[in-house]
C-alpha cells in the first residue's frame, strides 16, 4: 500500500515557476514508478509526464516539454515536478500517482488527493 500526499501548489504569474512535491507512505515507494498527471474543470485527465523507478528514465507530454521536470529523490520518498514559464493553460489540479511502470497510457495503482495550481496573466 503506497499513500501519496502533493503539495507546492498554489497562485503564480505567467511565466513564473512552481515546484510540486508529492511525498510517499510505505516501505515500498522506489518500487513503483511515478506519474503526473493534471485536470482543468470541464477537461479530461491529462497525462503531464513520468519517472521511471530510479528516475533514469523520464516522459513528457508535449504541451510541457522544455518547460516541466520530473524527478525524484526516493532516499526522502518524494517525487517532484518543477514548473517553469508556466501559462494560463496549465491552469488545474495537479495528481501524482504511482505505478508498475511509467509512461503513458499505462494504468497507476495509486494516487493522491492533488494540488492546485492556477496561472495567471
Known amino acids: 500500500q503506497v499513500q501519496l500526499v502533493e503539495s507546492g501548489g498554489g497562485l503564480v504569474q505567467a511565466g513564473g515557476s512552481l515546484r510540486l512535491s508529492c511525498a510517499a507512505s510505505?516501505?515500498?515507494?522506489?518500487?513503483?514508478?511515478m506519474g503526473w498527471f493534471r485536470q482543468a474543470p470541464g477537461k479530461e485527465r491529462e497525462f503531464v509526464g513520468a519517472i521511471s523507478r530510479i528516475g533514469s528514465i523520464t516522459y513528457y507530454a508535449d504541451s510541457v516539454k522544455g518547460r516541466f521536470t520530473i524527478s525524484r529523490d526516493n532516499a526522502k520518498n518524494t517525487g517532484y515536478l518543477q514548473m517553469n514559464s508556466l501559462k494560463p493553460e496549465d491552469t488545474a489540479v495537479y495528481y501524482c500517482?504511482?505505478?508498475?511502470?511509467?509512461?503513458?497510457?499505462?494504468?497507476?495503482?495509486?494516487w493522491g488527493q492533488g494540488t492546485q495550481v492556477t496561472v495567471s496573466s
Open positions: 500517482a504511482a505505478g508498475r511502470v511509467a509512461g503513458q497510457g499505462v494504468p497507476y495503482d495509486y
Open positions: 510505505g516501505r515500498t515507494f522506489s518500487s513503483y514508478a
